[in-house]
């Protein structure tokens, strides 16, 4: 199933921003297939993806691009910075929402660990009127002499 539009293009805005912070100037960036490549085995995308996720920052103008004679040359514009800003501080949120606070670990602490002594507890007793009770062994040989009646 390829991934959505959508996703690529959030990648593709990150890869983007990173050279835009190696390199600013998109005179002197390295081409888009340069930064871009990586993008197809780390995500298993193809160039038809990329190509689609272009058209979709391009129509959203949250890329800028230059036609160098060495292959076209394409960074983040401020738009596509500000937007890619506001989903690392959405995914951010909901990282923080997901996480347990301290409160909820104790209290499930406080559940858990007194029903694994109990079960403990239980076992442990339960088996223990079980087990069967060590008597002398019976000899057969009495010291004792014969009687016959």
């Not at 890869?15 to 298993?44: F, I, M, Y």
């Not at 209290?107 to 339960?126: E, K, Q, T």
């Amino acid at each position: 199933m390829a991934p959505s539009v959508e996703n690529v293009s959030i990648w593709v805005l990150e890869a983007l921003e990173d050279e835009w912070r190696c390199e600013p100037d998109l005179t002197k960036c390295r081409t888009a297939s340069q930064v871009l490549g990586p993008l197809k085995p780390g995500h298993q995308i193809e160039d038809a993806d990329i190509t689609r996720a272009l058209h979709f920052l391009i129509q959203k103008r949250y890329i800028k691009a230059l036609n160098r004679p060495n292959g076209q040359a394409i960074l983040p514009s401020e738009d596509g910075l500000a937007m890619l800003s506001r989903i690392k501080f959405a995914r951010t949120e909901e990282r923080e929402t997901k996480r347990w606070t301290r409160t909820q670990k104790i209290a499930v602490a406080a559940i858990v660990v007194p029903v694994i002594l109990a079960f403990v507890g239980w076992v442990l007793f339960s088996h223990a009127g079980s087990r069967p009770v060590k008597q002398p062994p019976v000899s057969s040989q009495t010291n004792s002499p014969k009687r016959t009646p």
